[in-house]
Protein backbone atom coordinates (compact mmCIF):
# COMPACT_ATOMS: atom_id res chain seq x y z
CA UNK A 1 0.00 0.00 0.00
CA UNK A 2 1.30 3.45 -0.93
CA UNK A 3 2.56 5.51 1.93
CA UNK A 4 -0.11 7.65 3.22
CA UNK A 5 -0.01 10.73 6.54
CA UNK A 6 -3.34 11.36 8.89
CA UNK A 7 -3.57 14.77 10.90
CA UNK A 8 -5.31 14.17 14.25
CA UNK A 9 -4.96 16.96 16.87
CA UNK A 10 -4.38 15.53 20.38
CA UNK A 11 -5.03 18.41 22.22
CA UNK A 12 -4.84 22.25 20.98
CA UNK A 13 -1.29 22.05 20.83
CA UNK A 14 -0.69 18.65 19.58
CA UNK A 15 -0.42 17.35 16.21
CA UNK A 16 0.05 13.73 15.35
CA UNK A 17 1.01 12.35 12.10
CA UNK A 18 0.01 9.28 11.49
CA UNK A 19 2.26 7.33 8.28
CA UNK A 20 0.45 3.82 7.18
CA UNK A 21 1.53 2.00 3.76
CA UNK A 22 5.12 1.94 2.43
CA UNK A 23 6.97 4.93 2.27
CA UNK A 24 9.73 4.55 -0.77
CA UNK A 25 11.22 6.87 -2.71
CA UNK A 26 9.78 5.42 -6.29
CA UNK A 27 6.16 6.48 -4.68
CA UNK A 28 3.90 9.26 -4.63
CA UNK A 29 4.38 10.31 -1.03
CA UNK A 30 3.12 13.32 0.04
CA UNK A 31 4.55 16.44 1.18
CA UNK A 32 5.64 17.90 4.22
CA UNK A 33 4.12 21.49 2.49
CA UNK A 34 0.66 20.27 2.04
CA UNK A 35 0.59 18.89 5.58
CA UNK A 36 1.63 22.00 7.21
CA UNK A 37 -1.20 24.00 4.53
CA UNK A 38 -3.94 22.10 6.23
CA UNK A 39 -3.32 21.73 9.58
CA UNK A 40 -2.62 25.96 9.36
CA UNK A 41 -6.17 26.63 7.32
CA UNK A 42 -7.80 26.41 11.02
CA UNK A 43 -7.62 26.10 14.40
CA UNK A 44 -5.49 27.32 16.86
CA UNK A 45 -1.55 27.59 16.73
CA UNK A 46 0.82 24.29 17.06
CA UNK A 47 3.09 24.29 20.05
CA UNK A 48 4.36 20.46 18.75
CA UNK A 49 4.18 17.88 16.56
CA UNK A 50 4.20 13.91 17.39
CA UNK A 51 3.98 11.21 15.22
CA UNK A 52 2.72 7.29 14.96
CA UNK A 53 3.89 4.57 12.51
CA UNK A 54 2.17 1.44 13.83
CA UNK A 55 0.77 1.15 10.50
CA UNK A 56 3.62 2.19 9.09
CA UNK A 57 5.34 -0.62 6.35
CA UNK A 58 8.64 -0.31 3.78
CA UNK A 59 10.66 2.75 4.18
CA UNK A 60 13.92 4.45 2.67
CA UNK A 61 15.00 7.73 1.86
CA UNK A 62 11.57 8.86 0.59
CA UNK A 63 10.10 8.85 4.47
CA UNK A 64 13.39 10.91 5.34
CA UNK A 65 12.82 13.52 2.91
CA UNK A 66 9.26 14.37 4.12
CA UNK A 67 10.41 14.10 7.99
CA UNK A 68 13.09 16.52 7.10
CA UNK A 69 11.37 19.22 5.45
CA UNK A 70 8.54 18.36 8.63
CA UNK A 71 11.43 19.35 10.87
CA UNK A 72 12.62 22.11 8.59
CA UNK A 73 8.75 23.62 8.90
CA UNK A 74 9.00 23.01 12.61
CA UNK A 75 12.36 25.13 13.42
CA UNK A 76 10.72 27.78 10.89
CA UNK A 77 7.90 28.05 12.89
CA UNK A 78 9.11 27.56 16.12
CA UNK A 79 7.21 24.15 16.51
CA UNK A 80 8.77 21.00 19.24
CA UNK A 81 9.09 17.90 17.04
CA UNK A 82 8.59 14.67 19.20
CA UNK A 83 10.04 11.69 16.88
CA UNK A 84 9.89 9.05 19.71
CA UNK A 85 6.83 7.77 17.67
CA UNK A 86 9.36 7.07 14.54
CA UNK A 87 11.07 4.09 13.61
CA UNK A 88 14.70 3.90 16.13
CA UNK A 89 16.53 3.76 12.30
CA UNK A 90 14.69 6.60 11.11
CA UNK A 91 15.18 8.92 14.30
CA UNK A 92 18.71 8.51 14.43
CA UNK A 93 18.96 9.36 10.29
CA UNK A 94 17.12 12.19 10.61
CA UNK A 95 19.27 13.55 13.65
CA UNK A 96 22.53 12.70 11.69
CA UNK A 97 21.48 14.53 8.66
CA UNK A 98 20.74 17.61 10.96
CA UNK A 99 23.89 17.09 12.57
CA UNK A 100 26.13 19.24 10.49
CA UNK A 101 24.53 22.99 9.73
CA UNK A 102 24.12 23.99 5.41
CA UNK A 103 27.18 25.50 4.55
CA UNK A 104 25.65 28.80 2.93
CA UNK A 105 28.86 30.63 2.15
CA UNK A 106 30.22 28.98 -0.66
CA UNK A 107 33.05 31.56 -1.52
CA UNK A 108 34.95 34.34 -0.26
CA UNK A 109 34.42 37.87 -2.05
CA UNK A 110 30.91 37.35 -3.80
CA UNK A 111 29.28 39.57 -1.29
CA UNK A 112 27.40 42.39 -2.61
CA UNK A 113 27.07 45.81 -1.06
CA UNK A 114 28.45 49.38 -1.99
CA UNK A 115 31.86 49.31 -3.48
CA UNK A 116 32.83 52.02 -0.79
CA UNK A 117 32.36 49.20 1.63
CA UNK A 118 34.05 46.32 -0.12
CA UNK A 119 36.92 48.73 -0.76
CA UNK A 120 37.42 49.31 2.93
CA UNK A 121 36.76 45.71 3.79
CA UNK A 122 39.65 44.44 1.24
CA UNK A 123 41.94 47.59 3.21
CA UNK A 124 41.14 46.05 6.87
CA UNK A 125 41.99 42.44 5.08
CA UNK A 126 44.96 43.71 4.21
CA UNK A 127 45.64 45.97 7.54
CA UNK A 128 44.94 42.62 9.31
CA UNK A 129 47.07 39.88 7.33
CA UNK A 130 50.09 42.31 7.07
CA UNK A 131 49.79 42.15 11.44
CA UNK A 132 49.86 38.77 11.47
CA UNK A 133 52.45 38.31 8.89
CA UNK A 134 54.92 40.71 11.03
CA UNK A 135 53.53 38.81 14.28
CA UNK A 136 54.77 35.36 12.51
CA UNK A 137 58.32 36.56 11.32
CA UNK A 138 58.60 37.73 15.05
CA UNK A 139 57.79 34.44 16.15
CA UNK A 140 60.36 32.77 13.29
CA UNK A 141 62.89 34.91 14.52
CA UNK A 142 62.43 34.11 18.07
CA UNK A 143 62.35 30.53 17.20
CA UNK A 144 65.97 31.33 15.26
CA UNK A 145 67.45 32.59 18.39
CA UNK A 146 66.24 29.70 20.13
CA UNK A 147 68.08 27.78 17.95
CA UNK A 148 71.08 29.28 18.32
CA UNK A 149 70.99 29.25 22.06
CA UNK A 150 70.16 25.28 21.94
CA UNK A 151 66.80 26.01 22.97
CA UNK A 152 64.51 24.58 20.53
CA UNK A 153 62.53 21.99 20.47
CA UNK A 154 62.30 19.70 17.19
CA UNK A 155 63.03 16.52 16.09
CA UNK A 156 66.59 16.07 13.82
CA UNK A 157 65.85 13.56 12.05
CA UNK A 158 62.23 15.66 10.73
CA UNK A 159 64.62 18.49 9.94
CA UNK A 160 66.57 15.65 7.55
CA UNK A 161 63.72 14.48 5.85
CA UNK A 162 62.71 17.52 5.25
CA UNK A 163 66.11 18.56 3.62
CA UNK A 164 65.95 15.71 1.46
CA UNK A 165 62.16 16.52 0.62
CA UNK A 166 63.34 20.26 -0.43
CA UNK A 167 66.85 19.35 -1.99
CA UNK A 168 67.25 15.74 -3.69
CA UNK A 169 63.60 15.18 -4.64
CA UNK A 170 63.97 18.94 -6.16
CA UNK A 171 66.54 17.96 -8.85
CA UNK A 172 64.11 16.49 -11.16
CA UNK A 173 61.96 18.71 -11.68
CA UNK A 174 64.89 21.32 -11.53
CA UNK A 175 66.92 20.02 -13.81
CA UNK A 176 64.08 20.10 -16.62
CA UNK A 177 63.11 23.95 -16.12
CA UNK A 178 66.58 25.35 -15.65
CA UNK A 179 68.18 22.97 -19.08
CA UNK A 180 65.10 24.80 -21.15
CA UNK A 181 65.02 27.97 -19.70
CA UNK A 182 69.11 28.00 -21.08
CA UNK A 183 68.11 26.34 -24.24
CA UNK A 184 65.61 29.20 -24.69
CA UNK A 185 67.72 31.98 -23.54
CA UNK A 186 70.53 30.73 -26.00
CA UNK A 187 67.57 30.82 -29.25
CA UNK A 188 66.27 34.17 -28.27
CA UNK A 189 69.78 36.04 -27.59
CA UNK A 190 71.14 33.87 -30.86
CA UNK A 191 67.97 35.64 -33.23
CA UNK A 192 69.67 39.39 -32.30
CA UNK A 193 73.59 38.45 -32.03
CA UNK A 194 73.05 36.76 -35.37
CA UNK A 195 72.36 39.87 -36.91
CA UNK A 196 76.07 41.32 -35.57
CA UNK A 197 77.63 37.99 -36.78
CA UNK A 198 78.16 37.73 -32.79
CA UNK A 199 77.00 34.21 -32.05
CA UNK A 200 79.99 33.56 -29.94
CA UNK A 201 78.33 35.58 -27.13
CA UNK A 202 75.44 33.43 -26.31
CA UNK A 203 77.63 31.40 -23.91
CA UNK A 204 78.66 34.93 -21.60
CA UNK A 205 74.32 35.90 -22.29
CA UNK A 206 73.59 32.15 -20.82
CA UNK A 207 76.32 32.48 -18.25
CA UNK A 208 75.49 35.71 -16.65
CA UNK A 209 71.31 35.50 -17.14
CA UNK A 210 71.46 32.26 -15.15
CA UNK A 211 73.86 33.31 -12.60
CA UNK A 212 71.81 36.96 -11.88
CA UNK A 213 68.70 36.18 -12.81
CA UNK A 214 67.34 33.25 -14.05
CA UNK A 215 68.83 30.24 -12.14
CA UNK A 216 67.58 31.84 -8.61
CA UNK A 217 63.94 32.76 -10.17
CA UNK A 218 63.34 29.87 -12.24
CA UNK A 219 64.22 27.18 -8.46
CA UNK A 220 62.31 29.94 -6.56
CA UNK A 221 58.99 29.32 -8.75
CA UNK A 222 59.32 26.02 -8.74
CA UNK A 223 60.01 25.50 -4.82
CA UNK A 224 57.22 27.87 -4.39
CA UNK A 225 54.53 25.58 -6.13
CA UNK A 226 56.72 22.81 -4.89
CA UNK A 227 57.35 23.00 -1.65
CA UNK A 228 55.85 26.26 0.02
CA UNK A 229 52.16 24.24 -0.91
CA UNK A 230 53.11 21.28 0.82
CA UNK A 231 54.23 23.70 3.50
CA UNK A 232 51.10 25.04 3.58
CA UNK A 233 48.61 22.19 2.75
CA UNK A 234 50.90 19.96 5.38
CA UNK A 235 50.82 22.52 8.17
CA UNK A 236 46.99 23.05 7.09
CA UNK A 237 45.87 19.62 7.54
CA UNK A 238 47.58 19.35 11.57
CA UNK A 239 45.25 22.31 11.92
CA UNK A 240 41.98 20.23 10.61
CA UNK A 241 43.00 17.62 12.26
CA UNK A 242 43.78 19.55 16.12
CA UNK A 243 47.63 18.45 15.84
CA UNK A 244 49.48 21.92 16.38
CA UNK A 245 46.17 22.49 19.61
CA UNK A 246 47.57 19.36 20.42
CA UNK A 247 51.20 20.30 20.98
CA UNK A 248 49.86 23.95 22.39
CA UNK A 249 48.49 21.89 25.06
CA UNK A 250 51.38 19.67 25.48
CA UNK A 251 53.41 22.43 25.95
CA UNK A 252 55.67 22.67 22.78
CA UNK A 253 56.44 25.19 20.43
CA UNK A 254 54.85 24.75 16.84
CA UNK A 255 56.91 27.46 15.81
CA UNK A 256 59.76 24.71 16.82
CA UNK A 257 58.29 21.98 16.46
CA UNK A 258 56.88 22.45 12.80
CA UNK A 259 57.92 26.02 11.38
CA UNK A 260 61.62 25.74 12.05
CA UNK A 261 62.49 22.68 10.77
CA UNK A 262 61.09 23.59 7.61
CA UNK A 263 62.70 27.04 6.95
CA UNK A 264 65.95 25.86 7.95
CA UNK A 265 65.79 22.68 5.59
CA UNK A 266 64.49 25.25 2.58
CA UNK A 267 67.13 28.53 3.61
CA UNK A 268 70.21 25.74 3.24
CA UNK A 269 68.56 23.91 -0.08
CA UNK A 270 67.50 27.25 -1.94
CA UNK A 271 71.24 28.38 -2.23
CA UNK A 272 72.13 24.91 -3.47
CA UNK A 273 69.16 24.80 -5.87
CA UNK A 274 70.49 28.19 -7.65
CA UNK A 275 74.14 26.99 -8.01
CA UNK A 276 72.60 23.58 -9.83
CA UNK A 277 69.85 25.56 -11.47
CA UNK A 278 73.18 27.66 -12.86
CA UNK A 279 75.02 24.71 -13.70
CA UNK A 280 71.96 23.08 -15.59
CA UNK A 281 70.97 26.34 -17.57
CA UNK A 282 74.13 27.02 -18.90
CA UNK A 283 74.58 23.17 -20.43
CA UNK A 284 71.44 23.88 -21.96
CA UNK A 285 72.70 26.76 -23.48
CA UNK A 286 76.21 24.78 -24.42
CA UNK A 287 74.06 22.40 -25.96
CA UNK A 288 72.27 24.59 -28.40
CA UNK A 289 75.71 27.09 -29.70
CA UNK A 290 77.30 24.00 -30.07
CA UNK A 291 74.44 22.37 -32.20
CA UNK A 292 73.06 25.16 -33.23
CA UNK A 293 75.54 27.39 -34.04
CA UNK A 294 78.62 27.78 -35.55
CA UNK A 295 80.57 27.64 -32.25
CA UNK A 296 83.14 25.10 -30.91
CA UNK A 297 82.99 23.33 -27.62
CA UNK A 298 86.19 24.82 -26.64
CA UNK A 299 84.70 28.05 -27.84
CA UNK A 300 81.80 28.24 -25.70
CA UNK A 301 83.49 26.97 -22.22
CA UNK A 302 85.92 29.43 -22.91
CA UNK A 303 83.48 32.18 -23.56
CA UNK A 304 81.28 31.11 -20.39
CA UNK A 305 84.56 31.00 -17.79
CA UNK A 306 85.65 34.61 -19.48
CA UNK A 307 82.60 36.55 -18.66
CA UNK A 308 81.05 34.57 -15.37
CA UNK A 309 82.85 35.56 -12.19
CA UNK A 310 82.26 35.19 -8.53
CA UNK A 311 80.41 38.45 -8.58
CA UNK A 312 77.49 37.33 -10.98
CA UNK A 313 77.37 34.08 -8.99
CA UNK A 314 77.34 35.04 -5.36
CA UNK A 315 74.36 37.46 -6.49
CA UNK A 316 72.27 34.62 -7.71
CA UNK A 317 73.18 32.62 -4.27
CA UNK A 318 72.04 35.77 -2.25
CA UNK A 319 69.16 35.88 -4.00
CA UNK A 320 68.65 32.35 -3.61
CA UNK A 321 68.96 32.61 -0.13
CA UNK A 322 66.44 35.04 0.37
CA UNK A 323 64.07 33.75 -1.64
CA UNK A 324 64.00 30.48 -0.08
CA UNK A 325 63.27 32.64 3.41
CA UNK A 326 60.16 34.23 1.34
CA UNK A 327 58.77 30.86 0.06
CA UNK A 328 59.25 29.13 4.05
CA UNK A 329 57.45 31.98 5.29
CA UNK A 330 54.65 32.16 2.76
CA UNK A 331 54.04 28.47 3.02
CA UNK A 332 54.10 28.25 6.96
CA UNK A 333 52.00 30.85 7.44
CA UNK A 334 49.20 30.18 5.27
CA UNK A 335 49.75 26.50 7.16
CA UNK A 336 49.13 28.11 9.92
CA UNK A 337 46.73 30.47 9.24
CA UNK A 338 44.46 27.76 7.74
CA UNK A 339 40.85 26.86 8.98
CA UNK A 340 39.24 23.56 9.95
CA UNK A 341 37.70 22.30 6.57
CA UNK A 342 39.33 20.61 3.57
CA UNK A 343 37.96 23.50 1.61
CA UNK A 344 40.44 25.84 3.66
CA UNK A 345 43.39 23.82 3.51
CA UNK A 346 43.20 23.66 -0.43
CA UNK A 347 42.69 27.44 -0.29
CA UNK A 348 45.97 28.07 2.53
CA UNK A 349 48.12 25.80 -0.13
CA UNK A 350 46.82 27.94 -3.36
CA UNK A 351 47.30 31.34 -1.29
CA UNK A 352 51.24 30.26 -0.19
CA UNK A 353 52.00 29.70 -3.92
CA UNK A 354 50.44 33.17 -4.81
CA UNK A 355 52.01 34.92 -2.05
CA UNK A 356 55.58 33.42 -2.42
CA UNK A 357 55.91 34.15 -5.96
CA UNK A 358 54.27 37.90 -5.68
CA UNK A 359 57.00 38.32 -2.68
CA UNK A 360 59.72 36.84 -5.16
CA UNK A 361 59.18 38.89 -7.92
CA UNK A 362 59.16 42.14 -6.05
CA UNK A 363 62.09 40.77 -4.20
CA UNK A 364 63.88 40.59 -7.21
CA UNK A 365 63.01 43.83 -8.70
CA UNK A 366 64.48 45.41 -5.11
CA UNK A 367 67.48 43.36 -5.96
CA UNK A 368 67.48 44.68 -9.49
CA UNK A 369 67.66 47.95 -8.14
CA UNK A 370 69.80 47.66 -5.44
CA UNK A 371 73.14 45.89 -7.27
CA UNK A 372 72.56 48.96 -10.03
CA UNK A 373 72.65 51.22 -7.23
CA UNK A 374 75.96 49.63 -6.21
CA UNK A 375 77.19 48.51 -9.43
CA UNK A 376 77.24 44.91 -8.58
Known sequence: ????????????????????????????LPSAAAVFAEYGASGPPLRRIAFNTDALADWDTGLLIFLSGVQGRCAAKNIQLDTDGLPEGAARLLELATAVPEITDTGKGTSKGPLLARFGGQVLDALRSTADMLAFVGDAALAFGRLLKG???FRRPDLVL?????????LPIVSLISLLI?????????????????????????????????????AAIIMAGRTGAAFAAQLGTMQVNEEIDALI??????MDFLVLPRMLALVLM???LTLYADLVGIIGGYIVGVAAFDITSTQYIEQTILW???????????????????????GC??????????????????????????WIIVTDGLFAIITNVLNV
Not at 162 to 170: K, L, N, V, W
Not at 333 to 358: D, P, Y
Open 270 to 272: MPL
Open 249 to 254: TLGVSP
Open 182 to 218: GLILAFVGAVQLRLFGAEIYIASLVAIGMAREMGAMM
Open 333 to 358: LRGMQCGRSATEVGNAATSAVVTAIV
Open 308 to 330: LNLRHIMVGVVKGGVFGVLIAVA
Open 1 to 28: MQGDVTLKRESAETLTLSLSGSWKLAED
Open 151 to 153: KAC
Open 162 to 170: IIQECGADA
